[in-house]
């Protein structure tokens, strides 16, 4: 059974620091790109950051970068989202994603919740 479970969401405040985790099992982890996406009310879900299977090359949202790193350890088949500097439009539902090419497969964690206010 595929899981992707995240964990490290909460509460910060503009300027803080927060890191998401995202537990894989069900699937051979080394072999998929990995991906951090998130989600605000009334908005379309949007890509943050982008990791190949290897860790060898990533890829960041022009709104993100500088502040946010993605990471994987395939040893412990997870991936994770090193996020500094909040700001308050960074709030959102942050889902991990895995992602195959060939052939085509896709999976989606539950989400977890990032509030960054005052």
């Known amino acids: 059974q595929v899981q992707l479970v995240e964990s490290g969401g909460g509460l910060v405040q503009p300027g803080g620091s927060l890191r998401l985790s995202c537990a894989a099992s069900?699937?051979?982890?080394?072999?998929?790109?990995m991906s951090w996406y998130r989600q605000a009310p009334g908005k379309e879900r949007e890509l943050v950051a982008t990791?190949?299977?290897?860790?060898?090359?990533?890829n960041y949202a022009d709104s993100v970068k500088g502040r946010f790193t993605i990471s994987r350890d395939n040893a412990k088949n997870t991936v994770y989202l090193q996020m500094n500097s909040l700001k308050p439009e960074d709030t959102a539902v942050y889902y991990c994603?895995?992602?195959?090419?060939?052939?085509?497969?896709?999976?989606w964690g539950q989400g977890t919740q990032v509030t960054v206010s005052s």
């Open positions: 994603k895995a992602a195959r090419a060939f052939p085509k497969v896709d999976y």
């Open positions: 069900g699937f051979t982890f080394r072999t998929y790109a």
């Open positions: 990791i190949t299977s290897t860790g060898g090359n990533t």
